[in-house]
Nanobody
Framework: QVQLVESGGGLVQAGGSLRLSCAAS????????MGWFRQAPGKEREFVVCISWSGGTTYYTHSVKGRFTISRDNAKNTVYLQMNSLKPEDTAVYYC?????????????????WGQGTQVTVSS
C-alpha cells in the first residue's frame, strides 16, 4: 500500500504561481509512475501530467504545456507540480496518483493509489 498526501494548494490571482507537493509513504521501494489529475466542480476528473520513476519521461496534457512542470525527488518520496501563469480555468481540486509501471498513463482508472486532493483557486 502507498499513501499519498498533497499540499501546496491555495488561492492565487491569474498569472500567479503555485507549487504542489505530493508526499508518498508506505511501500515506496517499488518503481511507481506518478500522476497529477484535477477535477473542477461539475466536471470529470482529468489528467494533467505524469512522470516516470526515473523522472526522465514526462507527459503533459496540452492545456498546461509550457506552464506546468512536474518533478520528483525519490530520496524524499515526493513529487512536485510547479504551476506558473495560472488561469481561472486551472481552478480545481488537484489529486496526486500512483501506480507501478513504466508507461504513460492518462486515465484515472490506470492508477491504484490516490491522495485526498488539494484545492487550487485562481481568481481573475
Amino acid at each position: 500500500q502507498v499513501q499519498l498526501v498533497e499540499s501546496g494548494g491555495g488561492l492565487v490571482q491569474a498569472g500567479g504561481s503555485l507549487r504542489l507537493s505530493c508526499a508518498a509513504s508506505g511501500r515506496t521501494s517499488s518503481s511507481y509512475v506518478m500522476g497529477w489529475f484535477r477535477q473542477a466542480p461539475g466536471k470529470e476528473r482529468e489528467f494533467v501530467v505524469c512522470i516516470s520513476w526515473s523522472g526522465g519521461t514526462t507527459y503533459y496534457t496540452h492545456s498546461v504545456k509550457g506552464r506546468f512542470t512536474i518533478s520528483r525527488d525519490n530520496a524524499k518520496n515526493t513529487v512536485y507540480l510547479q504551476m506558473n501563469s495560472l488561469k481561472p480555468e486551472d481552478t480545481a481540486v488537484y489529486y496526486c496518483a500512483a501506480r507501478k509501471g513504466s508507461g504513460t498513463y492518462v486515465l484515472p482508472t490506470d492508477y491504484y493509489y490516490w491522495g485526498q486532493g488539494t484545492q487550487v483557486t485562481v481568481s481573475s
